[in-house]
Every structure is written in C-alpha cells, then in structure tokens.
C-alpha cells in the first residue's frame, strides 16, 4: 500500500505580522488518507509536532520496532530518515519547522540533548499543549492553525530571545554542506573545538553531521528534482570524493542507496 498523504502550508501572514518569521520556518497541516508507512528524511531543523486526529508510530529504521509517538512532541534534529505512520486511516497532525539559528529561543537546554529524539511537550510546557490541540481540533483551517501556533509560542518564548548571528550557517546552506569546520570556525572568530563545542549546544548536532545532513539534502532535492543526467554527476556537484564517498553518506542518513532511493520514486 501506498502511502496517501496530502500537505498543506499555512500563508505566514501570523508569522509575519507578530515578527516570527526569524524563528518559524513553516507551519504545515499533514492529512494522512491511510495508514501506509511515511519516510522523512532530516533537514536540519527543530521540528514541533500537533497530533489531531488519531495516534502515531515512528521507527528509527526499517529493522527497528515501531514506537508510540506522544501527542505533541518536540523532534531534535536527525542524521538519519525515519518512518512515521498513522494508527488507523484519516488522520491529521501540524508540523511546525524551526529556522536552525533561532531554536534555542524556545528550549533552556543544549540542544544536542534532542539529537535524535522525540519528547513530550507537556514534559516542557505542561497542559498548556493539551488546550492547544483541542482548540486546534475544533478549527482545522490554514489561517485559524497559523493564528494558534503563533500565539502559543509567543507564549512560550523566553525573555531573552537575541537572534543568533554568529554562527555561520548561511555560508553552510550556501554551500550545500560543502566546506569545512576549520573554515566555518573562521567565519566565527573561535578556535575549532570552541567552534564545535558551541555549534553543537546552540544547533543540536556537531558541524560534520550538520554538514553531511545538509549535503545530503540538497542531493535528495536534486534527485527528485531529475535534473542531472546521472549519479555520478550529482556527486560531483555536491563535490563528494568519489562515488563511493557519496553512496556511502547517502545510505548512511537515507538508509538507502543512491540508486535505489531514485528507483524508489519511480516505482
């Protein structure tokens, strides 16, 4: 069975009218129309997720046994896919995608504590977040969604919340991931074990695996996109070693090869 899974984003206008547009990504509404598994693959963001309709299950891997999710639940950032799949058909979940920079605004804690996890919500803020997914489920529209999601951490945010700027993460998105620690450390002024002991606190992962996720982003994106004429070529432009280097870290976070993720979107 084929997963049937509809997404829709929110117009931002929430977010840009209460100046949250430096920390708020995205708001997306996710309709599940079945049951069949869903892979996500990371990309290098805090994520807050709203379950509505129904329970979710997550697997870390397609060996691993499937886990319960909580009903609202914060999920740090990942260096491998995993699976996420409804308990019945016709459910619904929020997703809400953090600018990278900016998350530590919203949690008190290193944020490498939330590497590849999920965790509770109400751990963090309480039933507050019960009383936010029954007022969302009683209005499910895009504008009431963003209106909600926007007050709520409005709500949550700390009373000091400056924008991070000195973390160089638009030369990593810039460079789709290609370039090195010793050249962001740099860009940052600091020494290199500075430089990773502050970007994994205030980001969630080390700079290599930030990197490598991001690298492997953009592959996923072009490979969907078809604009190449063949593997080889993507790896080259992504400025992997050789095709073995890029095999290699591509199954590593995707659990599939290059070759078999490109079937798979054709089958």
Known sequence: MKPQLLIDSTSGEHVRKYKMDDYISSISIYRFKN???????????????????????????PSAPWELRPKSFVGGLHTKSFFVKPNQNQATCIGVK??????SFLLQEKLSDYANKVRDLRDIWGAQCDQLINDLVKDQKASAVEKLIVGFFLDQM???HQIERTLPLDEIMANQGRISVAH???????????????FRERIGLSPLDYCRVIRVKHAL???NKGDFKNLTQVAYELGYFDQAHFHREFKFITHLTPKNYLRSQHS
Do not use: C, M, W
């Open 35 to 61: 049951s069949a598994p869903v892979q996500f693959f990371p990309e290098g963001v805090f994520e807050v997720y709203f379950q509505l309709d129904g329970d979710f299950s997550h697997q870390k891997n």
């Open 98 to 103: 953090f600018k990278a920079h900016n998350t």
């Open 158 to 160: 700390s009373g000091d």
């Open 184 to 198: 962001l450390a740099d860009s940052a002024a600091l020494s290199k074990s500075h430089f990773r002991k502050s």
């Open 221 to 223: 994106q072009q490979i």
